[in-house]
């Protein structure tokens, strides 16, 4: 009996884990946290149905926190197990673990202080220790080169773009031929490399973020430069949440690309607040086959910003009502450093916030994307009269043709394919799409729904 169970990513596009279970052995394929809507983040504090030391190990395809962040739960609660993964991912999870139980202590501790809790005391979902533990299990796999796990499947790793070291997974366990897309990047991405193809598979199982949308057209160069000149031209300042691994190197990049045309001033600066993002950076260049760029186009790229690593440097910013550009994390807008931007600079009509990428239900980004104008920033109500703006066109997730592109590569159609990391109106509208253009059967699975393969 071969079986695959979704325990997150089912649903929504937040708290990816897939299990497969074969021969009475399991793997867990990413282990991602929840993020955004309440119910979903409480989501965090239960335990799997399976218990974690059953599971024989993990293989994650990328190392974004809606796939990893969860590790060091999984380890608090016994995991013991293998972790695999690309050799840039286990660079970008450990900065992303370090950072994500930095942050989880540093919640627990402020609740605390000032009551902002139910709890008593509030604890953190896990602790710098539980981070350290599961980064030592990390193992990585090269692309391309299969290998042989201790459990008896198979593993080969193709790139799968969207960030540093992102791959889809293929497995080979049980008789069967499992693909898993992860988070599958855009074609022609001026950082990243094209997706793969993959030529066969009994089960795909493929992300749909943007299933039922394409993404905005226009130069991303262009367009983000023209919001970098109205906004000066009001004195402002532009404040961009962005993520730390992925967008904020996109940002540079683009940033660096407006300079260089003469689309954006010199003497405007740009600003990279947030020590995660810097590091991140940084590891651009000790993983050049894992982009596009040359040595050369990373030191002027990402040198475009001055970096910001103190959090007096950082508070200073905030201070500073001269206009700029501060490209801070988190992308979503639900915590970090960019929350002292926001609540210095959403007041004022003159400056924008900007986002960049997907924008998860019950974030801080969604709402006020969708209008709203006064949040709720570390227990005080900030009005928000600054200009609210997108910029569609730099998903690192490919839009609903490109996941189809994607998924044209397989030269016959799999026994089951399965739609994940999707709200239900994006899985829905890219299961319709799948069927009508490539004469498939998708399933859009439940959270903790199980199917025999």
Known sequence: MV?????????????????????????????????????????????????????????????????????PRL?????????????????????????????????????????????????????HLDAEFAITLLETVPFHEPLELPVGARLTYRRAGHILGAATAELRWGGRTFVFSGDLGRYGDPLMHDPEDVQHADVVVVESTYGDRLHGGGDPVEVLAEVVRETVARAGTVVIPSFAVGRAQALLYHLWRARKLGLVPWRIPVYLDSPMSINATELFADHPADHRLTPAECRDAFGVATYVREPA???????????????????????????????????QERNTILFAGFQAAGTRGRKLLRGERDTRIHGEWVPIRARVQELSMLSAHGDSEELLRWLSGFRSPPAHAFLVHGEPEASEAMRQLVRRRLGWEARVPRQNQTFGV
């Open 3 to 71: 079986s695959l169970t979704c325990l997150g990513g089912a649903g929504t596009v937040t708290g990816s884990k897939h299990l497969v279970e074969a021969d009475g052995r399991r793997l867990l394929v990413d282990c991602g946290m929840f993020q955004g809507l309440k119910n979903l983040r409480e989501q965090n504090w239960q335990s799997l149905p399976v218990r974690a030391r059953d599971i024989d190990a993990v293989v994650l395809t990328h190392a974004h926190l809606d796939h990893t962040g969860y590790l």
């Open 75 to 127: 380890v608090r609660e016994g995991f013991r197990g293998p972790i695999y993964c690309t050799a840039g991912t286990r660079d970008v999870t450990a900065l992303i673990l370090r950072d994500a139980a930095f942050l989880q202590e540093q919640d627990a501790d402020l609740a605390n202080r000032y009551g902002h809790t139910r709890h008593r005391p509030a604890e953190p979902l896990y602790n």
């Open 313 to 347: 440097r950082s508070k200073t910013l905030s201070a500073d009502q001269s206009p700029k550009v501060i490209v801070s994390a988190s992308g979503m807008a639900t915590g970090g450093r960019v929350l002292h931007h926001l609540a210095a600079f959403g007041p």
